[in-house]
């Protein structure tokens, strides 16, 4: 075993290193943490929340630390095709965090190695861990210092470097934008094993490269992230739309109105016209003793109706006439159907935990480890209405087993420097259709649906981009970037010049450094 590390240090060609001495690799490379070879790994490095791809790594690693990570991506380097992928809560959903015969890190033991509050020119931040879960930052930040992150993602049982390797996209990023854009410094190892600490000043060409950066340039160790005064409660209200213009004219309205004159919290969905339990009208109550009455809904509604979810943030100092006041004030200006409006008060980080909620009910009833064809699209203002037309009302009309999200964005709230890339336009909106499927047709067949929709689009002229994207082929991802694929390359060359982070996206191979 000890000789196996010497040959992965000295550069011996990785081909020749024996399977069954993998387990020595961190003895080998001094590691603090631990090495857990393939035979070992059982449905934690080998497969994802998605549940459709499955390939097997060569080993799992489980770092003490940054130091770790920065040495196995060196000893990676030194071989001829060892890949390193870091993997977080495993919430992927193509196999974007596997590494076939690679190395997998677990990024989840680095979990506690930084939490720290920091004040910066009278302004709040904290340094926390890539490996740390949004939902543990959470519950710490609000019972220890009455302060939270202003940005979120809808899931909060993933991780902080997890989400900022993507973008972190919910309700408050029309206000606030994503996660990527409410992070100040990044520690992260590149795909030479460089540890380097990088902000918008300092190495900030890593810095954007890594926020929305797929893991291509590097590995996100710790974040730090702006924090604000966390509010006790939340007003969380539902609105039934039988009309998608109307329902997208006043999402619009709420998301362009500044600070203290909208909601804190827009999102909407699409829900079939119909009493399916999970599909259906009982998707938008809120509480067991609510009741829909599809009597309200207009004779002019087709197959599909429209739901604008909002939340009002509040102290348990305000007076309930001050909050009925400032909500009934925004509800009069929409345009929803009168009879169908659901509202319920609760505490600030419940709300937050609401999807959390869900996770238990599908655990408790064993459909949460089924597969998850998901497909995330951001779809221009411009398109949105003929992607209504098609795709919701037809195609998707009976719905997908989960939630069919779709609100709208600002683009003036990214920042252009990041990796991600977005339509034309300042109002986009982003389309999430997050399937179960416990029985039924066979996965193949949602997948082979997501794939009709995203040729829809590409052959309708649709101005559109895939969130958490994944592509087959170069080519394919030469057309997602579009004008920024130099830059991408220019990137990768300089941060990860032999293609070893992030081999699921299948963006580029190993040693590759042609692209």
């Known amino acids: 075993m000890i000789a196996c590390l010497g040959r ?37 490095a080998d497969k994802d929340f998605g549940g459709i791809y499955s390939v097997k790594p060569l080993a799992l690693i489980k770092p003490s630390g940054t130091e770790d990570i920065a040495r196995v991506v060196k000893a990676a380097s030194r071989t001829s095709n060892l890949t390193v992928a870091a993997r977080g809560n495993g919430h992927s959903i ?5 590494a076939d015969g690679g190395l997998v890190i677990d990024m989840r033991s680095t979990e506690e190695n930084h939490f ?23 519950k710490r930040c609000v019972s220890m210092f009455r ?18 390797s993507n973008a972190g996209v919910s309700g408050q990023a029309f206000r606030y934008g994503p996660q990527t854009s409410n992070v100040t410094e990044l520690e992260v190892v590149t795909g030479k094993g460089e ?39 939340v007003r969380w209200i539902r609105l039934v739309y039988s009309e998608f213009e109307e329902f997208t004219r006043d999402a619009e309205f709420l998301v362009t109105r500044g600070e203290g004159e909208s909601f804190d919290y827009v999102e909407g969905f699409v829900f079939s016209n119909s009493d399916d339990p999970i599909n259906g009208w009982p998707s ?37 006439s001050t909050v009925d006041s400032a909500v009934s ?33 599908a655990r408790a009833n064993g459909i949460w480890d089924s597969p998850h064809p998901w497909l ?40 252009d420097r990041t990796s991600v890339v977005l339509p034309e336009g300042e109002i986009f909106y982003i389309v999430a259709l997050l399937r179960f499927v416990p029985k039924g047709p066979p996965v193949e067949k949602w997948v082979a649906q997501n794939h009709e929709i995203v040729k829809w689009c590409n052959e309708e002229g649709l101005d559109f981009k895939l969130y958490l994207p994944h592509y087959q082929s170069k080519e394919d991802w030469k057309r997602h970037f579009g004008n920024q694929w130099s830059r991408f390359v220019e990137r990768k060359s300089s941060f990860d010049p032999m293609a070893i982070l992030a081999p699921g996206q299948k963006i580029c191979k190993r040693t590759n450094i042609n692209l």
């Open 195 to 233: 540890i380097t600490v990088c902000s918008e000043t300092q190495n900030s060409e890593l810095f954007f490269g890594a926020l929305g950066g797929l893991g291509q340039f590097g590995i996100i160790t710790r974040a730090r992230v702006k924090l604000q005064p966390a509010p006790d409660m």
């Open 8 to 44: 992965i240090v000295q550069g011996t060609d990785a081909d020749s290193i024996p399977e069954d001495d993998v387990s020595t690799i961190s003895q080998s490379l001094d590691l603090q943490g631990t090495t857990i070879e393939s035979g070992g790994i059982t449905g934690v």
């Open 147 to 164: 302060l939270a992150p202003r940005s979120w993602t809808d899931y909060l049982s993933l991780t902080v470097g997890g989400t900022l």
């Open 284 to 320: 938008v109550l809120l509480d067991p003793d609510h009741e829909f009455n599809p009597a309200h809904i207009p004779q002019t509604a087709g197959s599909v109706l429209y739901c604008l979810e909002v939340a009002l943030h509040y102290r348990h100092s305000d007076h309930t």
């Open 116 to 138: 720290k509050l920091l004040t910066i020119d009278g302004s709040p931040y904290l340094d926390v861990s890539g490996g740390a879960l949004w939902e543990d930052v959470l």
């Open 94 to 98: 193509n196999g974007q965090a596997m």
């Open 329 to 361: 004030g925004l509800l009069e200006r929409l345009q929803f159907v009168r009879r169908l409006k659901f509202q319920v008060n609760v505490s600030y980080v419940e709300f937050l935990l609401r999807v959390k909620r869900v996770e238990e009910y």
């Open 376 to 415: 995330n699209i951001f779809v221009s203002k411009s398109s949105i209405v003929d992607f209504d037309r098609t795709v919701f009302r037809k195609m998707l009309k009976d719905g997908v087993g989960g939630p069919m999200l779709v609100y709208p964005l600002l683009r003036s709230k990214w920042d």
